[in-house]
């Protein structure tokens, strides 16, 4: 009887180790298989940098991450903005896969070819890898034991260990009981202390609020910044001012604003018509047209004209290519179209590079008289007010008519104060009877 126990045990132990052997086995395929694969994943891993922005542009501010380290992408999915002097550049990723590795923190500073994150290919919307199964725990081999041992050896396991000795339960009530004495001592003194009178604050101030926020100024307004005071240093600025009756415009605007957005899509504006009597006077004041470079005097017979709009972020300037050859809806297509992409912070460096003169429309947000400033190397700019009804004398009789005051702020080096009140009565003259643009032979 006593041989048949040893018997049974041993062969117990024998399949108690086999099996143990063999999960070890299983689970040591599993492992190196799971480490040949990472280990091949890891290898095409693809290191992303900061990519090349403009020829003028070597740096840029990290904005935001739009992914964080274990996020899937897409290829071509944005994963970081990097805010320049001029526009913001989006970093998008090369391929679909995971980002391992963030390289770089918000607000650094980052330069063109330098390290931004780290991406492993795979599965565009692949989700993490789920944690692997929690397998028997090593530590507690008893329960694999009992599951292999014979029943016979089952029922005669020993017993549970017996509970501690009463020594250490009294030692911890003991102890809980001094402990507790302490945390109400405590709560008492926090009672005592809070019946106490407090001390007399600061006095505050007698009304109104007195903060102050401090707010790091992005590379855009310092830029912007910089050009202006540059402008304000460099050009000899002049402004000359004068007043439109915006009768006929209006009158012509509301004639055909309904046709004309229903046959080409587009709302037919006040800009359309100044940037056409601008590209015309331009033509016939070449100067204004024109800029310094160095000791020569740069004339041009195209009109880029720079129209200014109004971002979260800044001013930006837009160009408008070649709108000498352009009429009344090709304009306002293409204000319309670069004004969309400024608002929604999609301009390119192509979009605002040159210009060679700028028209500011303040009276959108209901400015009635300003003086703009140059945006160098240009040699002026056009500054447009609300349109406010006063009264007028017309052939002898007071009225009230829409009237509109024109600003143009030009460099005093390149225009002469004929040439550049010539400029703005030519614009008067087109606005106020916009028939006479069809009568140029520019």
Known sequence: MLSQRIIAIARGRGLWHGAAAARGWNAARAQARKSQFHTSRLLQAETVKVPQMAESISEGTLKSWTKKEGDTVAVDEEVATIETDKIDVQVNAPQSGKIVKLLANEEDTVVVGQDLFIIEPGEAGESAAPPPTKEADPATPSEAKDK????????????????????????????????????????????????????TAAPRPAAGSRGETRVKMSRMRLRISERLKESQNAAASLTTFNEIDMSSLMEMRKKYKDQIQKEHDVKLGFMSAFARACTLALQEIPAANASIEGDEIVYRDYVDLSVAVATPKGLVTPVVRNAEGMGFIGIEKEISALG???????????????????????????????????????????????????????????????????????????????????????????????????????
Not at 150 to 158: E, F, V
Not at 371 to 395: D, Y
Request: hydrophobic share 35%; glycine share 6%; no cysteine.
């Open 340 to 442: 969309k992409k400024a608002r929604d912070g999609k301009l390119t460096l192509e979009d605002m590079a040159g210009g060679t003169f700028t028209i500011s429309n303040g009276g959108v947000f209901g400015s009635l008289f300003g003086t703009p400033i140059i945006n160098l190397p240009q040699a002026a700019v056009l500054g447009m007010h609300a349109v406010k009804e006063k009264p007028v004398v017309v052939n002898g009789q007071i009225v009230i008519r829409p009237i509109m005051v024109i600003a143009l702020t030009y460099d005093h080096r390149l225009l002469d104060g004929r040439e550049a009140v010539t400029f703005l009565v030519r614009v008067k003259e087109y606005i106020e009877d916009p028939r006479k643009m069809l009568l140029t032979d520019f």
């Open 148 to 199: 292999s041992e014979p029943a016979d050896q089952q029922t005669n396991k020993k017993l549970p260990p017996p509970p501690a000795p009463a020594s250490a339960d009294k030692k911890s009530e003991t102890k809980e009981v001094v402990t507790k004495p302490k945390q109400s001592e405590a709560v008492k003194k926090d009672k005592k202390e809070s019946s106490k009178p407090k001390e």
